[in-house]
T-cell receptor, first 111, second 115 residues
Framework: GQQVMQIPQYQHVQEGEDFTTYCNSS?????IQWYKQRPGGHPVFLIQ?????EVKKQKRLTFQFGEAKKNSSLHITATQTTDVGTYFC???????????FGSGTKLNVKP | DAGVIQSPRHEVTEMGQEVTLRCKPI?????LFWYRQTMMRGLELLIY????????DSGMPEDRFSAKMPNASFSTLKIQPSEPRDSAVYFC?????????????FGNGTRLTVT
């Protein structure tokens, strides 16, 4: 089946530093979604990328979808303690909105 | 919008007992998904329904697991008999249509502990 790999598994940064997580798929994806899960919480949808090479921004967050639609990245500029959580990519979509989640990157931000 | 509602929030049971997890999707959403989250395996898609019909249950780990969706506003995931390795957080999620570009809306999850 489809596999979505995500790195790194953990990232510890000082507040104000940048953070990037990468997502790679073994197959071409219809689209990719990003979710954030706070400790003890549930995944919350952040954004979806559909087009090859697409770049979207949400304030300090920048999302990219690779030209081949097999990889994606999330970059956070100048992290804040409110960014703490686990960031998941989810690749797939298709006719029934079936998404395969990456393993997630757990971000810890030290004040 | 009350969001996806799951119950119970926590369930502790002994090995061999039957466990039933419940989910109420967002009204108007016609796709429903059951995920399991563990440290070792991350978020695994167990089964999903579209218009109350099971579309793909290939992620269901064993015959001990079963899921139903008797109507558009209710789904259950049952484990019988339960085993300690079933301990995990089980999430239900719904999305508004069968289209390719729909966000998943997750419930708060049920934390299951099997002793």
């Amino acid at each position: 089946g489809q596999q979505v790999m995500q790195i790194p598994q953990y990232q510890h940064v000082q507040e104000g530093e940048d953070f990037t997580t990468y997502c790679n798929s073994s197959t071409t994806l219809s689209n990719i979604q990003w979710y954030k899960q706070r400790p003890g919480g549930h995944p919350v949808f952040l954004i979806q990328l559909v087009k090859s090479g697409e770049v979207k921004k949400q304030k300090r967050l920048t999302f990219q979808f690779g030209e081949a639609k097999k990889n994606s990245s999330l970059h956070i500029t100048a992290t804040q303690t409110t960014d703490v959580g686990t960031y998941f990519c989810a690749g797939g979509g298709g006719n029934f909105n079936k998404f395969y989640f990456g393993s997630g990157t757990k971000l810890n931000v030290k004040p | 919008d009350a969001g996806v509602i799951q119950s119970p929030r926590h369930e502790v049971t002994e090995m061999g007992q039957e466990v039933t997890l419940r989910c109420k999707p967002i009204s108007g959403h016609n796709s429903l998904f059951w995920y399991r989250q563990t440290m070792m395996r991350g978020l695994e898609l167990l089964i999903y329904f579209n218009n109350n019909v099971p579309i793909d249950d290939s992620g269901m780990p064993e015959d001990r697991f079963s899921a139903k969706m008797p109507n558009a506003s209710f789904s259950t995931l049952k484990i019988q008999p339960s085993e300690p390795r079933d301990s995990a957080v089980y999430f239900c999620a719904s999305s508004p249509d069968r289209g390719q570009n729909s966000p998943l809306h997750f419930g708060n999850g049920t934390r299951l502990t099997v002793t």
